[in-house]
């Protein structure tokens, strides 16, 4: 399974982004796919996840409420709606697809993209 991240970009707070990862791989559509971010000095942390069917998703507590994960199985992409951004939202956004689970854990996913860059100003 390949994975393809984009749609970051340079927004004011306040604004929106959707990121979008598309994945070659028949198997694509049987993983739990999730979105992590990195800010420069900081860990890798979670930050939404949804499973292969769409039923179960899961989101950390900071941005409940204003981000939207969905998955479209025909065309093999996850998307990330991040609304309200804040500057602290501010990190390289890294899609990951792996196991039947839904985790939150980053070592429990197999196949991670790129990375895209999103920053928020004040």
């Known amino acids: 399974v390949q994975l393809q991240a984009s749609g970051g970009g340079l927004v004011q707070a306040g604004g929106s982004l959707r990121l979008s990862c598309a994945a070659s791989?028949?198997?694509?559509?049987?993983?739990?796919v999730g979105w992590f971010r990195q800010a420069p000095g900081k860990e890798r942390e979670f930050v939404a996840a949804?499973?292969?069917?769409?039923?179960?998703?899961a989101y950390t507590d900071s941005v409940k409420g204003r981000f939207t994960i969905s998955r479209d199985g025909a065309k093999n992409t996850v998307y990330l709606e991040m609304n309200s951004l804040k500057p602290e939202d501010t990190a390289v956004y890294y899609c990951?697809?792996?196991?039947?689970?839904?985790?939150?854990?980053?070592?429990?996913?197999?196949?991670w993209g790129q990375g895209t860059q999103v920053t928020v100003s004040s």
């Open positions: 990951a697809a792996g196991g039947y689970l839904l985790s939150r854990s980053r070592y429990d996913y197999t196949f």
């Open positions: 949804i499973n292969y069917s769409g039923l179960s998703i």
């Open positions: 791989g028949r198997t694509y559509s049987t993983y739990t």
